[in-house]
């Protein structure tokens, strides 16, 4: 019994464990292993409760008397006396004390009108007649709300119940009177609910001793009737006629004993009755059952400290009243600051990228590199305006006379108005940009939320500073452009000159622009198709690829399914109104010699969330060479001359040399506007990289933190937000809970964790054989015809089903009745019984040792030994005796 000593050390520590998160107010996701009294009401739940410590002290009347769960702690010990959690330190040896105290505090929390409340009281009782058990006595099943109850007592109470005896790690206790219908039960159905497979039900019958004459409980007690797992024990308790008489509760006990050992009935099996037997075995199962569940709550506890830990780490050495604390607290989040600053522009290679959206640095990029082409691509003026102005240009250069040559004047005139135009473009790209960066600091900062003075200074210093570099950088780009607007580099390389521009064709012109990227992936993204139906699928986005030749798009990302895929030749983009009822925003592409784009429409109207998803997505399309609509009538821009209105006609006289001067212009102000943006283009970026990016990097890096200190007051700017300094306070109670708690589990020493008692769960069908006499075959004072029925109820309980029982499923502990009929020729149960006897000691043993994630090391090697052998030993023994009885009770 040495093992045993070891283990009577458990009950008592996972009691520490409860008493450490009760009183650290902390509720934690964790399941203790206990055990949970459920029965109807007046099923004599506490006449149990009471006969185990031997005093009278539960709330009794008529209604609902537990109102709230009560934890009870039985705890072994030399005096008698009880204590509360709720007040530390006061012994009440008076046990009507506690009975008061019990009532009062359930009134407190819940208001005398018999409500409940799922808030526990913990109760500890020390005495010498206890053995150490924990208990939670839970509030009776009512039907009918009494008094002012609330109309859904019922429900309130099941799910209070529920809410203990789901976990896994509850036992369950389910308490029926004797003089009921037993498949009723209350109690036992709740159990079935939660624990379909009877794994962890213990039933419990009371009140035998008031069944009719001549009706007994004999099927029910020897688990034949609705076989469980664990079995039933009978009790016998006191009845309210003793109890107003006070009747001592010990000898209620001595009528009991005398009552089984007297009663035909249950003579046979009275040593496995009454509620000395019922303790015990409660106490030997909770015991085992925490021995069972201990590692993985171990396990548990561990993974929740780690969580903890890292949110814990940032308060570890955090003494809020200490100056130097927050001046440490400050530099480091300067330092992360920068450090998330720099990783959010510049990328990063770590484990720390954003997978969730597009971070500061590559939107910038995006700004840069689609978003400027596009805007000034979205520039580009009226191709008909256009001439209309060079032709006016070249007539009012040569005033009165006849132009024999073209003029360059015109060239430059017309040059320096579109070089002009592009200063909008710039600049919005930089607000873009900005716009960006600001986002990047802010959600940098949103690390400092706990300081919430400290981050609105931050973020006040460094946006006050990039606005500034942001008004420097724009006049150093319209600086750029005024370059551009001083003098017409004509010499320049890829500049046509004159002699070129006169015979070159449109269709050259052309041919220069578009395709030249092969065919590679612009971009892809979500957006919807407006134009379809919505029984075709119009309303839910899909999946779009943009290649420089082709858009595609599939049913999602993946890219498993392709619903179609449109090459982009000839394809233009043009605007669409936003609809009367619709949020999103839409714009089309089609075909501008108006030929079906898609099926049977004229153009496919595609929508997204936002102005800038379309914008963006426009700027990708300019990529691949689909240009806004606007540049199409260049194609159109000749015929339209022709039927201008009276007032244009004298502009474009049709004469035919003024016509190839306009060409000819219009051809060198292409190829110049093609270099100029070309080279703004590659400026704007560089410019905006230096002027605004590295720099706020560098303020951030070098100045903000003199900044800071020049500001403002330390102690103020560091002072913690309220919700802060309780979510910090709430995180360390858990965390030293948790602290606690393994603590108190490492006290456990391990080497007790492996004694090989036979868990009661997994395979309690072999315990019978060594120390759980409650299955032993019954003894011979019942009658020989029995036998045969018993072996097949233990079939049920656990004999037929060694094999289920200890992997994984328990099909036959559910309802294992049927086990008796299949049996024609008692030669079944041989093979169930022997390959299991040979299998077990495998799977039994790899899972004792260890106990848990680092029992292992610490039994050593000759008795790990020894404690296979004994258990190899125990499991052949076992199997042999359950063998030899079927034999005999088959053979006689």
Known sequence: ????????????????????????????????????????????????????????????????????????????????FGEFLHCKGKKFTDFDEIRKEIEGETDRITGSNKGISNIPINLRVYSPNVLNLTLIDLPGLTKVPIGDQPADIE????????????????????????????????????????????????????????????????DILENKLLPLRRGYIGVVNRSQKDIEGRKDIVAALAAERKFFLSHPSYRHIADRLG?????????????????????????????????????????????????????????????????????????????????????????????????????????SCDEKELRREISFAIRNIHGIRVGLFTPDMAFEAIVKKQIAQLKEPVLKCVDLVVQELSHVVRICTDKMSRYPRLRDETERIITTHIRQREQYCKEQLLLLIDFELAYMNTNHEDFIGFANAQNKSENASKAGTGRAIGNQVIRKGHMCIQNLGIMKGGSRPYWFVLTSESISWYKDEDEKEKKFMLPLDGLKLRDIEQGFMSRRHTFAL???????????????????????????????????????????????????EGQESSEDHETSSLDPQLERQVETIRNLVDSYMKIVTKTTRDMVPKALMMMIINNAKDFINGELLAHLYANADQSQMMEESPEEAAKREEMLRMYHACKESLRIIGDVSMATVSTPVPPPVKNDWLSSGLDNPRLSPPSPGGPRKVVPQQQGSLGGVGGGGPPGGIRGPHPPAGRPAPAIPNRPGGAPPLPQGRPSGQALPAPLIPSRPGGGSSGGPQIPAHMRQQVNQAVGQAVTNAAMSELSSVFSSKFK
């Open 590 to 640: 089609f075909n501008p010699e108006g030929r079906n784009v898609y099926k049977d429409y004229k153009q496919l109207e595609l929508s997204c969330e936002s102005v800038d998803d379309v914008d963006s997505w426009k700027a990708s399309f300019l990529r691949a060479g689909v240009y806004p609509e606007k540049d199409s009538s260049s194609a159109n821009g000749d015929e339209g």
């Open 1 to 80: 019994m040495s093992g045993n000593m070891g283990m009577e050390q458990l009950i008592p520590i996972v009691n520490k464990l409860q008493d450490a998160f009760t009183q650290l107010g902390v509720h934690m996701q964790l399941d203790l292993p206990q055990i949970a009294v459920v029965g109807g009401q007046s099923a004599g739940k506490s006449s149990v409760l009471e006969n185990f410590v031997g005093k009278d002290f539960l709330p009794r009347g008529s209604g609902i008397v537990t109102r709230r769960p009560l934890i009870l702690q039985l705890i072994n010990g030399q005096a008698e």
């Open 155 to 218: 429900a309130q109470i099941k799910a209070m119940i529920f809410q203990f005896i789901k976990k896994e790690t509850c036992l369950i206790l389910a308490v029926t009177p004797a003089n009921t219908d037993l498949a009723n039960s209350d109690a036992l159905k709740l159990a079935k609910e939660v624990d379909p497979q009877g794994i962890r039900t213990i039933g419990v019958i009371t009140k035998l001793d008031l069944m009719d004459d001549g009706t007994d409980a004999r």
């Open 275 to 379: 509620t000395p037997y019922l303790q015990r075995t409660l106490n030997q199962q909770l015991t085992n059952h925490i021995r069972d569940t201990l590692p993985g709550l171990r396990d548990k506890l561990q993974k929740q400290m780690l969580t903890l830990e890292k949110d814990v780490e940032q308060y570890k050495h955090f003494r809020p009243d200490d100056p130097s604390i927050k001046t440490k607290a400050m530099l480091q989040m300067i330092q992360q600051l920068q450090s998330d600053f720099e990783r959010t522009i510049e990328g990063s290679g770590s484990a720390l990228v954003n997978t969730n959206e597009l971070s500061g640095g590559a939107k910038i990029n995006r700004i840069f590199h689609e978003r400027l082409r596009f805007e000034i691509v979205k520039m």
